[in-house]
């Protein structure tokens, strides 16, 4: 009995250190074979899992492999061997006789010609009681287990299951630290390795970054249930994209996409094609359908980058580039990218500070009553001060407002601004109408656009009738829900005016007079520029004022600069007009100035009611 009881503390000890070390579960399974049947020389020992209801051959070291290999897969039953049926029935099965048990009658065919004539099997169970396996003794003669075989079988139940659970947890935590638990595609630490072992390798590889089109509208519109669901369902139509991608995701509406075998941009722009047209096409969302977009950038090994930092950076840069003038499609990385986005990244830091140091000021362009050149209103521009006091324009740090953060905060800023400046003309008893102020599309994105207006005007005690919203069509044009044109309507029900800028100029402003709450149409410079040379362009410009006056818009003329155009404005009806023959953009003290000498006077305020 001491002897019984050494030999299987010697089995427990080697199991439990090969666990302890880390080693694969079949390499323990066939070590744990390996002593049982060194210590009971009569007996083949097998150790299968049982797994969605069919059992997996583990560990079998002295069987066949083809054997091993007939009886994988097999499903639990009543009548499946003694291994199948134990695992069925929760509960150990003995058949001393394989060839006349009718537990082996589909199955006896596998295990007489090999000279296995009796199999005894016992279920293995999880520390909550579910069957997770079996460990089956088989014999060369037609018997049951002896005691020693009786007291390592009971051993190795409890170690097998010890060693099932530690492969399970082993397997959960990897998987949490390597996959993404929405998608279940490979997760940033998963694609960091992967992308390091590449590089290694040195094989042609390109690294393809996907953007999620619209998923922040997506939740913000119908929830985030309908935006995991987009991104589940895109995670989907990617593993099907093919063999040679590896789809990992980076978190948010970001998916990296490694491509074996590509060794240049040709080669990776037409996997790009395939994963465009793979992942495009409606989702289902409950009731309602999102169709679905992504956008692509993408950069070589070797070509664009022989390590992970810079490759990633430069598949970024035309990801952006992308986004930017490509929505919905690809770009491919080039040298120039690169540059074009220092300069941007040094924009957007030397935008920062000029906000941090108070540097940014609004400039004033009148509006003025084309009869009169009376001022009726202001355009307020934003302008950067330099250290040496030299004035930028905005288009000198346009490329910088691309950063929703800077133009978040350069907006607040501008309101600032002009709520202070419109109260000191209010104080002054200036008869002052009202100022435009541009907004972008990451104001709206916030979703608290209507409130600061509201509350930085009211904190200057300035009524939003002394307001005008000025946006484009880029603000929104192509989005996919209504979040834009209900923070407009409210802001228009405290007074506020809505401009349409630069109207002609974008691919559907006709439509989105019909959607967008406007009341005052702004003509684009680029169309009176050509008033008198160009037949299209007068046509085009009497047309909108015709569509403006039946829909009952005012309309303002851009860029008038000659005599001529205005008298061609005159005559087509538009009434109100700003460009260098009336005023350039000027700081407050000019404004205020102008406003003095020229503001038109109260008695004419219905002028402005009737324009257009």
């Known amino acids: 009995m001491a002897g019984d009881t050494e030999l299987l503390l010697r089995v427990q000890t080697e199991v439990l250190e090969a666990v302890a ?51 994988d897969g097999v499903a639990v039953g009543p009548c499946a061997g003694s291994c199948g049926t134990a695992a069925w029935r929760a509960e150990p099965v003995m058949v001393t006789d394989i060839e006349t048990d009718p537990l082996w009658a589909d199955y006896k065919s596998l295990a007489l010609p090999l000279g296995l004539l009796a199999c005894w099997s016992s279920p293995i169970r999880n520390s909550q009681g579910k069957v997770v396996g079996t460990f089956a003794l088989y014999f060369r003669s037609r018997r049951g287990p002896n005691a020693l075989e009786r007291q390592l079988v009971d051993t190795c139940l409890h170690l097998c299951a010890l060693a099932i659970e530690h492969e399970h947890a082993r397997a959960t935590n990897h998987r949490l630290a390597y996959f993404d638990a929405l998608t279940g595609l490979p997760n940033r630490g998963h694609f960091n390795a ?50 040679d991608i590896l789809a990992c995701r980076q978190g948010g509406d970001e998916i990296a996409l490694l491509v074996d075998r590509c060794a240049d941009h040709a080669v990776l722009e037409t996997v790009a094609q395939r994963v465009l047209s793979a992942v495009s096409g409606m989702v289902e969302v409950g009731d309602q359908a999102i169709d679905a977009h992504v956008t692509l950038g993408g950069a070589v090994f070797g070509i664009d980058g022989t390590d992970s930092d810079t490759l990633c950076q430069n598949a970024d840069f035309a990801l952006y580039q992308a986004k930017q003038t490509h929505r919905g499609g690809y ?38 009553w084309l009869e009169t050149a009376e001022i009726v209103g202001l355009e307020a521009l934003a302008r950067m001060v330099m250290p040496d006091g030299t004035v930028v324009p905005a288009s000198a740090f346009h490329d910088g407002l691309s950063d929703p953060r800077i133009a978040y905060q350069l ?15 209010l104080d002054a008893g200036i008869a002052f109408k009202h100022v435009g102020v541009n907004v972008s599309t990451s104001d709206f994105q916030r979703g608290d656009l209507a409130e600061r ?23 929104f044009v192509g989005g996919s829900d209504q979040t834009v044109p209900h923070a407009v309507e409210a802001l228009r029900e405290q007074g506020l005016l809505v401009a349409l800028d630069d109207f002609g100029t974008g691919h559907a402003s006709l439509t989105h007079l019909l959607s967008f709450p406007v009341d005052i149409i702004k003509i684009d410079r680029s169309f009176v520029a050509r008033l008198g040379s160009d037949k299209p ?50 700081p407050l003290a000019d404004t205020t100035r102008l406003l003095q000498l020229f503001s038109q006077k109260p008695i004419d305020t219905s002028l402005i009611a009737a324009a257009g």
């Not at 066939?30 to 049982?50: H, K, T, W, Y």
């Not at 519109?221 to 593993?239: F, N, P, Q, V, Y």
């Not at 829909?551 to 538009?574: K, P, W």
Request: hydrophobic content about 45%; glycine content about 8%.
């Open 194 to 243: 992967a992308l390091a072992e590449r590089i290694l390798i040195g094989r042609p590889f390109g690294l393809i970054l996907l953007d999620i089109d619209h998923l922040k509208q997506v939740n913000d519109s119908i929830g985030h249930a309908a935006g995991d669901t987009l991104i589940r369902t895109i995670a989907e139509r990617l593993s099907r994209c093919g063999s």
């Open 331 to 368: 770009v491919g990385f080039r040298p120039n990218l690169r540059t074009a986005m220092v300069e941007r990244i040094a924009i957007v830091r030397q935008l920062g500070t000029a906000m941090a140091e108070a540097r940014i000021v609004p400039y004033y362009q009148p509006l003025v």
């Open 21 to 71: 070390r880390g080693e694969d579960l079949t390499d323990v399974g066939n070590i744990l074979c390996r002593r049982v049947e060194q210590f009971a020389p009569g007996a083949i020992c097998s150790i299968l899992l049982v797994e969605d209801g069919k059992v997996r051959s583990l560990a079998g070291p002295s069987l066949p492999e083809s054997y091993c290999q007939a009886v």
């Open 537 to 586: 362009s007068g046509v085009v410009t009497r047309a909108i004022l015709d569509i403006a006056r039946q829909l009952d818009m005012r309309v303002v003329a851009e860029g008038i600069e000659t005599a001529e155009q205005v008298g061609m404005l005159r005559d087509y009806g538009c009434s109100m007009g700003q460009g260098y023959l009336f005023s350039r953009p000027v």
């Open 411 to 425: 907006t607040g800023l501008m309101l600032e601004h002009v709520a202070r400046d419109i109260r000191g003309w």
């Open 453 to 475: 207006i509201e509350n930085t005007f009211a904190a200057n005690d300035v009524s939003l009738s002394h307001v005008v919203l000025e946006v484009n069509e880029s603000v």
